[in-house]
């Protein structure tokens, strides 16, 4: 059992540039999110998505979502900023309350240069 | 809005020292409170959660209680380890149902032999 998998570990981009970063997970969750990790500021929620095929909030400038399956949620910077320079973790969950706890990967770290 | 305030790190402590890590929170309404773990070099684990008030959390010895008198979950353990050197962070869901976790800023501990 994988759970959830993320890809990259690491990369490296120049500003402008666009790249989508990869989140599956195999565990039939309904709900996938994406935070950023930086230091001294815990976890931010970028975007969240109660199930395929759904959208749930407005997505913050600077990055696309989409939610074409139950298993995959990759996240895509559209044109690369330096401010875009974090860790990125993303988590899964069969639903929304509160008795449902959410399941990390590993992480993204990204430098944008 | 919804927030946690955790005390800051990094925290030191010897092998068999006695650990408190403080976490207070504002919320609306009544949110589950949450301590997740990080590893160097991976994702979140959750190590315990609390969903009511006075609900005790508990796990590999550590332990929290949700004190809603004083909107407090401050995570203890009575004997540290090496091992229990990681990044902790505290977090809410709260009662409005999107499942969006609110996260503290994080508390490294570090454990000495």
């Known amino acids: 059992n994988a759970g959830v998998t993320q890809t990259p570990k690491f990369h490296i981009l120049k500003t402008g540039q666009s790249m989508t970063l990869q989140c599956a997970q195999d565990?039939?969750?309904?709900?996938m999110s994406w935070y950023r990790q930086d230091p001294g500021m815990g976890l931010r929620l970028i975007y969240y998505?109660?199930?395929?095929?759904?959208t749930d909030k407005e997505v913050p400038n600077g990055y696309n979502v989409s939610r074409l399956n139950t298993e995959d949620f990759p996240l895509r910077l559209v044109s690369a900023a330096p401010s875009q320079t974090s860790v990125y973790l993303c988590?899964?969950?069969?639903?929304?309350?509160?008795?449902?706890?959410?399941?990390f990967g590993d992480g993204t770290r990204l430098s944008i240069l | 809005g919804n927030s946690v305030t955790q005390m800051e790190g990094p925290v030191t402590l010897s092998e068999e020292a006695f650990l408190t890590i403080n976490c207070t929170y504002t919320?609306?309404?009544?949110?589950?409170l949450f301590w997740y773990v990080q590893y160097p070099g991976e994702g979140l684990q959750l190590l315990l959660k609390a969903t009511k008030a006075d609900d005790k959390g508990s796990n590999k010895g550590f332990e929290a209680t949700y004190r809603k008198e004083t909107t407090s979950f401050h995570l203890e353990k009575g004997s540290v380890q090496v091992s229990d050197s990681a990044v902790y962070f505290c977090a809410l869901k709260g009662s409005s149902n999107t499942g969006k976790l609110i996260f503290g800023q994080g508390t490294t501990l570090q454990v000495k032999p």
């Open positions: 988590a899964s969950s069969y639903g929304r309350d509160s008795n449902q706890p959410q399941h």
């Open positions: 565990m039939n969750h309904g709900y």
């Open positions: 919320a609306t309404g009544y949110p589950s």
């Open positions: 998505s109660a199930a395929a095929g759904t």
